[in-house]
């Protein structure tokens, strides 16, 4: 089994829905990411929280919510989706000071 | 703001070929520099480095850090064709975030 699990692993939606992507990790870390990729972007990062009490804004979270449900959950939120969020994107998890490791992405595509 | 560029940003080689890429960064509160790999899915963990001056090595793969220049270099000797992928650079802060370069793809032809 995956260390770091996401859900869906692909989803077509329409402008306007509202849209829940999941991570579960069972490598027992504290800290968890969200990212997205676009083409010739890189990374870029969403959110992050350091625990079940604690969460940051990252580089580009406008239009996006999160909630950390468990120490081992971490949920991305799109409330009202538009097609520039048409993108991968990515959950990761560390420890402090350690290597992110990746889930495998959910592909989200808004028409 | 934090800043990590990569170059080139795309390269085309020949399997056996020895290839050179670049990162350079500007991250505040600097701790370390990453290396991914990413093929189809996930990055995955390549290299993470510290110190200055200490390569590290990973079969065909190296890496080494220049903090006094602000960049780092990932060279890959005797390439084939499983190499190909995007590699990614990224720098991470004491608060534990990363920033990412844009990635370099490189194809390496049979």
């Known amino acids: 089994d995956a260390d770091v699990t996401q859900t869906p692993r692909n989803r077509i939606t329409k402008t306007g829905k509202r849209i829940m992507l999941e991570c579960s990790q069972t490598?027992?870390?504290?800290?968890m990411y969200w990212y997205r990729q676009d083409p010739g972007l890189g990374l870029r990062l969403i959110y992050y929280?350091?625990?079940?009490?604690?969460?940051n804004k990252g580089e580009i979270s406008d239009g996006y919510s999160v909630s950390r449900q468990a120490q081992a959950k971490f949920s991305l939120s799109l409330e009202s989706a538009i097609p520039n969020q048409t993108a991968l994107y990515f959950c990761?998890?560390?420890?402090?000071?350690?290597?992110?490791?990746f889930g495998d992405g959910t592909r989200l595509s808004i028409l | 703001e934090d800043k990590v560029v990569q170059s080139p940003l795309s390269l085309v080689v020949h399997e056996g070929d020895t290839v050179t890429l670049n990162c350079s960064y500007e991250?505040?509160?600097?701790?370390?520099l990453l290396w991914y790999k990413q093929e189809k899915k996930a990055p995955t963990f390549l290299f993470m480095l510290?110190?200055?001056?200490i390569e590290k090595k990973s079969g065909r793969l190296s890496s080494i850090l220049d903090k006094k220049e602000l960049s780092s270099i990932l060279n890959i000797t005797a390439t084939q064709t499983g190499d190909s992928a995007i590699y990614l650079c990224?720098?991470?802060?004491?608060?534990?975030?990363?920033?990412f370069g844009e990635g370099t793809q490189l194809t390496v032809n049979p």
């Open positions: 990761a998890t560390s420890g402090p000071d350690q290597p992110q490791h």
């Open positions: 490598k027992g870390h504290d800290r």
């Open positions: 929280s350091f625990d079940v009490k604690d969460i």
């Open positions: 991250v505040t509160n600097f701790r370390s």
């Open positions: 510290t110190s200055s001056g």
């Open positions: 990224a720098g991470l802060t004491s608060g534990s975030r990363l920033t």
